[in-house]
């Protein structure tokens, strides 16, 4: 009989991943019901997460007022702060006064000495001296501050920001989430050590120059101060409008970060493909977006201040033509009318302030949404409230009929059920969109399954502490990073405090010790952004040094050798039989050499397990995994196309 002919065809195989499928369709839709439920609050909650410009209503100063509970920690600064400005600000009005009294006395001729001028002098000195004094260390307490409350508010945005699943991460641009921890925490430090002080400027200005114009003369500060009120209606028309083209316009400012960051990071692909005018449109676009956002708040901006003019400009003329009657009257003294007049022209000043200040708390307010938006951010990975730390180190993984489905997509994962114990390695291969990569990133914990168990020594990893579960993890990505830094701090990166014989004896199994000497400035040669001075190949092996210097008990490689050389990549097959004992290797590869070593290889259609077994038994089989091994090794008179025609 033929041996051929007792196989079983190529072509049966295309019944059980099929009849797999159906079976698990009802499955499926009831995990992706489960999916749709525990992730649609989640995925409410994060929707306004500061990135866009959509949400409620605005009012002035809503956002800003989060930024007290920050202050605590430096409540005596705080208060020094606000002492000093006050003492500055009355400093500031001592010498007008010093005038009135001054010209009274010479009016009525009290003063008959020239020293009894020096004296006067002495005291408008005095009022200067101790208002440098007193500015000084209200800006540097104030500036200070910011800093700090800054530094704070940019690492607790970052810390929310980290914790957060990789879900959120592929929904957003970079630029953008990096304007809102860069630009927008640097404009709500503006505030802090600007607005906030010119905001205490104001209320102390106007709260001693009315205690002191009251004394003088009621009836000259209700002249002065009546049509101060108008302002409030204006405040209330400027802070209505313009917020959400301020909103906008920080909206447009993370966009414009995002395309400039994309074109930077892809500036050859930019100019292979001869896309330097099209990208040009792109900055153009979006940098005109930003433009008419900031145009439109100019143009309600320049409705608001003219108005602060005029009331200031109202004020000062009927200061002056009632105030002069007043005097002929001899309801105040000239002195009183001079006090008057100096201390109005100080006090106009806070009023043009306060028209700026408006308009700074409105850049503020946008900027202060977006920040604790972020801060807001609650990750719905985490560790539960019965986590527990892995104990000892991980020996067994095993996957128990595991579907999966991303949000808004298709069911990735069908029923994969697999295990994995210490001294062992399992290959994943597969066409490309069957899962592969989704089991690295459930074993992560990137995602969690819609149903099925996934677990470590028994344990359920949704039971273990994030932290605990992923030290026991060596991981290679198919999409390589490296940090801008030196080749020795990338490696160093799972193990900072990892020795220099260490860290070369992980990149001497990783094949990349070779190739580091030879580099300028050998292990403190810097990759660039990304890696970018190096090869695709460096890369994948220093990041492979990297997963090896912690000596994990589970090793996960995702196409971690997918860059480099045949000969290179025998060399590293070779080191990581050597490196597997006592640990677990889960690899996925589309070049089947990489796997062909492992004790048991999975092969994944559509997200099931339609063959599993050694290399060996797989070409016995005669199925998917044989048509694939064909296929790259050049066989192909022995292809039936039953596995490629499942590629994306």
């Known amino acids: 009989m033929n041996e051929k002919a007792t196989r079983p065809s190529r072509l049966a195989y295309t019944t059980p991943w099929t009849t797999a499928v159906h079976k698990t369709e009802n499955r499926s839709a009831q995990a992706t019901d489960v999916t749709a439920t525990s992730t649609a609050e989640p995925e409410e909650r994060n929707r306004h997460d500061g990135v866009d410009e959509s949400g409620d209503k605005q009012v002035l100063g809503k956002q800003l007022w989060r930024v007290l509970p920050f202050i605590k920690p430096y409540k005596g600064r705080f208060i020094l702060g606000i002492v000093s400005n006050a003492g500055a600000r009355a400093c500031d009005l001592l010498p ?130 009546v049509p101060i009120l108008v302002i409030i209606p204006l405040v209330y028309f400027f802070s209505t409008r313009v917020q959400r083209r301020y909103r906008e316009s920080r909206q447009s400012f993370g966009d414009i970060n995002s395309v400039l960051a994309n074109n930077i990071s892809g500036m050859g692909v930019v100019q292979a493909y001869n896309a330097e005018k099209y990208e040009s449109q792109r900055v153009g676009k979006e940098s005109g977006s930003y433009m008419d956002a900031a145009v439109k708040a100019t143009v309600i901006r320049n409705r608001f201040l003219p108005g602060i003019y005029v009331i200031a400009g109202l004020a000062f003329a009927l200061l002056a033509s009632i105030g002069g009657w007043l005097v002929m009257t001899e309801d105040i003294t000239p002195g009183q009318f001079v006090t008057f007049l100096l201390m109005s022209t100080r006090m106009s000043m806070p009023l043009f302030i306060l028209g700026m200040l408006v308009n700074q708390i409105q850049k503020s307010e946008a900027s202060a949404r977006r920040i604790f938006a972020m801060i807001d951010l609650e990750a719905t990975i985490v560790d539960k409230e019965s986590a527990t730390a892995l104990e000892g180190r991980a020996e067994q993984i095993s996957f128990d009929n595991v579907y999966f489905g991303y949000p808004e997509g298709q069911q990735v994962l069908n029923g ?221 008179n022995q292809t039936t196309g039953q596995a490629t025609k499942f590629d994306a």
């Open 96 to 225: 007008f006064v010093a005038m009135g009294l001054l010209t009274d006395a010479v009016l009525n001729g009290t003063i008959t000495e020239a020293r009894e001028y020096v004296w006067y002098g002495g005291l408008i000195l005095a009022a200067f001296t101790g208002l440098a004094i007193f500015q000084g260390i209200s800006n540097y307490t104030w500036e200070t501050l910011a800093q700090f409350i800054q530094h704070d508010i940019r690492m607790q945005a970052f810390d929310s920001l980290i914790k957060m699943e990789m879900r959120y991460f592929e929904d957003r641009q970079t630029g953008d989430i990096m304007s809102v921890l860069s630009a927008d925490v640097n404009q709500l430090e503006n505030f802090l050590s600007d607005s906030s002080t010119s905001i205490i400027r104001i209320i102390v200005t106007f709260s001693v120059a009315f205690a002191i114009l009251m004394w003088m003369s009621w009836k000259l500060t209700v002249i002065l101060f």
């Open 416 to 636: 994969v059920s697999f295990e994995l114990k210490k001294n062992q390695s399992v290959g994943i291969v597969g066409p490309t969109g069957a899962g592969k990569s989704t089991i690295v990133k459930l074993l992560l914990r990137y995602y969690e399954p819609d149903s099925g168990i996934a677990t470590m020594n028994g344990n359920d990893l949704q039971e273990l502490t994030l932290s605990s579960m992923r030290k026991q993890i060596g991981y290679v990505s198919q999409d390589v990073y490296l940090f801008h830094g030196t080749v020795k701090e990338n490696i160093a990166y799972s193990d900072q405090s990892a020795s220099q014989e260490e860290i070369e004896e992980a990149a001497r199994l990783a094949g990349a010790h070779d190739f580091i000497t030879e580099l300028a400035g050998g292990y403190q040669a810097v990759v660039g952004d990304r890696g970018v001075k190096l090869s695709g190949g460096q890369r994948q092996r220093i990041s492979l040094a990297r997963a090896l210097l912690r000596r994990p008990p589970l090793l996960i490689l995702d196409e971690a050798t997918s860059a480099v050389d045949t000969r290179t990549e025998e060399i590293i097959q070779r080191n990581l039989n050597e490196f597997k004992d006592g640990r677990m290797t889960v690899a996925v590869a589309h070049r089947l050499s990489t796997i062909r070593d492992a004790d048991t290889i999975l092969v994944l259609v559509e997200g099931v397990v339609v063959e599993r077994g050694s290399h060996d038994e797989l070409l016995a089989a005669d199925g998917v995994y044989a048509d694939l091994w064909a296929v790259q090794t050049g066989d192909l």
